[in-house]
């Protein structure tokens, strides 16, 4: 029922604009708080980073190396 219901409302605008009289409008919608992403600047940024994720596979990184190449001192420690 939930997941029905989050499609109902990506979909659709229902107002009701006096009492038992309601419009229905279809569209997507996008929450304030998640419509920088939706720029045109945000979507090149993130066609790079996956362009540049796909051609760069993760890799196991010395963690003391790159401690040393950032001048931190690393202490070894462990944990029970």
Same mark, same amino acid.
């Given at each position: 029922?939930?997941?029905?219901?989050?499609?109902?409302?990506?979909?659709?605008?229902?107002?009701?604009i006096?009492?038992?009289?309601?419009? !229905?409008?279809?569209?997507?919608?996008? &929450?304030?708080? *998640?419509?920088? /992403?939706?720029?045109?600047e945000?979507?090149?940024? =993130?066609?790079?980073? !996956?362009?540049?994720?796909?051609?760069? &596979?993760?890799? *196991?990184?010395? /963690?003391?190396?790159?401690?040393?190449?950032?001048? =931190?001192?690393?202490?070894?420690?462990?944990?029970?």
């Amino acid at each position: 029922m939930r997941e029905n219901t989050a499609k109902f409302l990506l979909q659709y605008l229902i107002d009701e604009i006096e009492p038992g009289v309601w419009t !229905i409008k279809t569209g997507k919608f996008i &929450p304030d708080h *998640e419509r920088w /992403l939706w720029t045109a600047e945000t979507q090149a940024q =993130i066609d790079r980073a !996956i362009a540049w994720a796909e051609q760069h &596979p993760p890799t *196991e990184t010395d /963690l003391e190396s790159l401690a040393g190449r950032i001048g =931190i001192r690393v202490t070894s420690q462990k944990y029970a």
